[in-house]
């Protein structure tokens, strides 16, 4: 198994309905890029401060089926749309599992 997971920060003034947008969007992958096995996002809980406030949790059963994920048409145009024009960090790891 492989494991993709991401860690966002919005930029200042990105709106609650932007922050919506991307869950909304991302939710969808699963549907469309088959390869995905398990698939979790969401924002902070917010018990801790510092921490990031959004989180992408995917799983693959090989590295390519990761590389099918990461340059899929649509997974790059959530990017594109939605997550690039409000994003200020993002961290993100890639193991197996």
């Known amino acids: 198994m492989f494991r993709h997971v991401v860690l966002f920060t919005w930029a200042e003034g990105a709106t ?3 922050k919506a947008a991307v869950a909304t969007e ?3 992958l699963p549907e469309i890029i088959t390869e995905m096995r398990a698939y979790a996002v969401g924002a902070d809980a ?10 992408v949790v995917a799983d693959f059963d090989s590295l390519d ?7 899929h048409p649509a997974h790059q145009a959530v990017i ?8 200020a960090s993002r961290a993100a790891v890639q193991y197996a599992f």
């Open 80 to 87: 594109a749309e939605h997550i690039k024009p409000i994003l």
């Open 16 to 18: 609650d309905e932007q």
């Open 46 to 55: 917010g018990v801790n401060p510092g921490n990031h406030e959004f989180a």
């Open 26 to 28: 991302l939710g969808k």
């Open 65 to 71: 089926d990761y590389l099918v994920y990461r340059d």
